[in-house]
């Protein structure tokens, strides 16, 4: 099974300020196809998930565009431009390349400082 | 618009059995294959099974193969999950969720299965 581990696991930011989280991958998550299946979710209290981007980098509509993605092989990064008080929550990654089974990370928690 | 509603959760006693369903609609149920996914009190999500679209294909995680199915009717814009010997570590929310991979994802608001005697 492919391992997906997040870094930071909490994530304190000050409104405005910029955030960065981390996902690494314990193997390259490039399909057959060509297409790598990266996906980035938020997660409020008492909600389900909310995706935010697939495909590492292409963001679900609805998605403020202070939401970017980035990376390749086993290697990815989610970038907040300038944090709101709307984004607290938990994030996770999730790898749908190397499937069964769909894998997330732990998870991320950000938090206004 | 999209929607899956969750229905049948509870409190259940181990080692007993429960269907969940979950009803679809707003897009081709017919034509997408399903994911459940479940999500214990303050822990990550975790997959649970996949249904192809015409409910030939099956696939589930190592905690619940042989004990759970996973299953569909194309008819009524229905996923199931029969859930049988439940154990402690089955308590969570369970979800039905479509489209991982693309551009038409959605993810229910879940129902709560307890496992406690």
């Known amino acids: 099974d492919v391992v997906m581990t997040q870094s930071p696991l909490s994530l304190p930011v000050t409104l405005g300020q910029p955030a960065s989280i981390s996902c690494r991958s314990s193997?390259?998550?490039?399909?057959?196809?060509?297409?790598?299946?990266l996906n980035w979710f938020h997660q409020r209290p008492g909600q389900s998930p909310r995706r935010l981007l697939y495909?590492?980098?292409v963001r679900d509509s609805g998605v403020p565009d202070r939401f970017s993605g980035s990376g390749s092989g086993t290697d990815f990064t989610l970038k907040i431009s300038r944090v709101e008080a709307e984004d607290v929550g938990v994030y996770y990654c999730?790898?749908?390349?190397?499937?069964?089974?769909?894998?997330f990370g732990q998870g991320t928690r950000l938090e206004i400082k | 618009q999209v929607q899956l509603v969750e229905s049948g959760g509870g409190v259940v006693q181990p080692g007993r059995s429960l269907r969940l369903s979950c009803a679809a609609s707003?897009?081709?149920?017919?034509?997408?294959?399903i994911h459940w996914v479940r999500q214990a009190p303050g822990k990550g999500p975790e997959w649970v099974a996949t249904?192809?679209?015409?409910?030939?294909?099956?696939y589930y995680a190592d905690s619940v193969k042989g004990r759970f199915t996973i299953s569909r009717d194309n008819s009524k814009n229905t996923l199931y999950l029969q859930m049988n010997s439940v154990r402690a570590e089955d308590t969570a929310v369970y979800s039905c969720?479509?489209?991982?991979?693309?551009?038409?994802?959605?993810w229910g608001q879940g129902t709560l299965v307890t496992v406690s005697s």
């Open positions: 193997q390259s998550l490039v399909y057959s196809d060509g297409n790598t299946y």
């Open positions: 969720a479509k489209d991982f991979r693309g551009g038409t994802h959605f």
């Open positions: 249904i192809s679209n015409d409910g030939s294909n099956t």
């Open positions: 999730m790898q749908g390349t190397h499937w069964p089974p769909l894998t």
């Open positions: 707003g897009f081709a149920f017919r034509t997408s294959g």
């Open positions: 495909k590492v980098s």
